[in-house]
């Protein structure tokens, strides 16, 4: 199941992927953005309200919701911290939630204008986008690891399956490709203009090129671009199946997802959805840990 935060219309699209339906559409108030999804439930945010909500999706109930006082945009769960992040565009910052009760727990700073927000084996990453860097956390204490510049606004990020970071920057149109260990950057990868988000399946990264209207597919070897897939109008948020088979990517302008088969790199077709579709974040529900 895919969970698509429709920005103009306020809702999410509730999408089975396997009859490529759309299922039924939940309210949420605020033009929602941000969203992660686990199980049976998603956490959106929804920036016009600055309002994060912990849904649902089989009743469309409202678990928990908080109000908060900056600006929030990119939401990452930290399943075994029983933790949801949640960056802070005004305010240079990230808040901690209860991942229950959405309950604010601490908060951690960043450079200027965090964005995309990403987990894996023990580490946080944020996309500074104003600062040009990324700012990486240790989740065992949320001590900071420090910062990697990067290139012109970054936005999009996430971390490959060897572990590598990959983020997106909007201003150059080129991925970043960094050692989080090491606090190094191994890498600079060009690709469409605007790249967005990312997302990781048979040993390729496939980033989405909003004024591209594109995904462009890296090697994870050499780091080369072997594919440019045309796909809908203004591509933004990107996710990958839990088998691994097919990436599905969010068209903020055609109202529409586009699946792709991630061996043969063919579009498999589309699905509609709400008005303004960005579901930026791991909008696809999975069992295991996120």
């Known amino acids: 199941m895919a969970y698509i935060t429709n920005q103009s219309s306020s809702d999410l699209s509730v999408l089975d992927l396997e009859t490529r339906s759309e299922l039924r559409r939940i309210s949420v108030p605020g033009q929602p953005a941000g969203v992660v999804a686990h199980g049976t439930e998603a956490f959106t945010v929804s920036p016009e309200s600055k309002t994060v909500r912990r849904i649902d999706t089989r009743s469309g109930e409202v678990l928990a919701e908080v109000l908060l006082d900056g600006g929030p945009i990119g939401i990452a769960l930290d399943l075994k911290g029983g ?12 808040w901690v939630l209860d991942a229950l009760s959405l309950t ?10 965090p964005a995309g927000l990403a987990i ?4 946080l990453a944020a996309a500074n986008r104003d600062a040009d860097q990324v700012s990486i956390f240790d989740l065992s204490d949320l001590s900071s690891r420090g910062v990697v510049p990067t290139g012109e606004r970054p936005f999009g ?37 605007r790249p967005y988000g990312v997302a990781f399946a048979k040993g390729q990264a496939f980033v989405t090129n909003q004024y591209s209207d594109s995904v462009s597919v890296i090697n994870l070897q050499n780091l080369e671009v072997i594919r440019q897939i045309d796909v809908g109008e203004y591509p933004e948020g990107i996710d990958v ?9 969010a068209n903020w302008f055609s109202n529409s997802v586009t699946l792709i088969d991630a061996g043969t790199l063919e579009v498999l077709g589309e699905i509609e959805t709400g008005d303004g579709p960005r579901a930026f974040g791991r909008f696809i529900a999975r069992e295991d840990k996120p």
């Open 83 to 94: 933790r949801v992040f949640v960056s802070d565009w005004y305010n240079a910052r990230i």
């Open 104 to 113: 604010v727990i601490d908060t951690l700073q960043t450079g200027s204008a």
């Open 157 to 193: 990020l996430g971390f490959a399956p060897d572990g590598r970071l990959f983020v997106g920057n909007v201003g150059t149109n080129d991925v970043t490709v960094i050692d989080p260990e090491a606090g190094e950057v191994i890498g600079t990868v060009p690709v469409g203009e």
């Open 120 to 123: 894996q084996s023990g580490l």
């Open 241 to 249: 199946t839990g088998d691994g088979e097919r990436i599905v990517v």
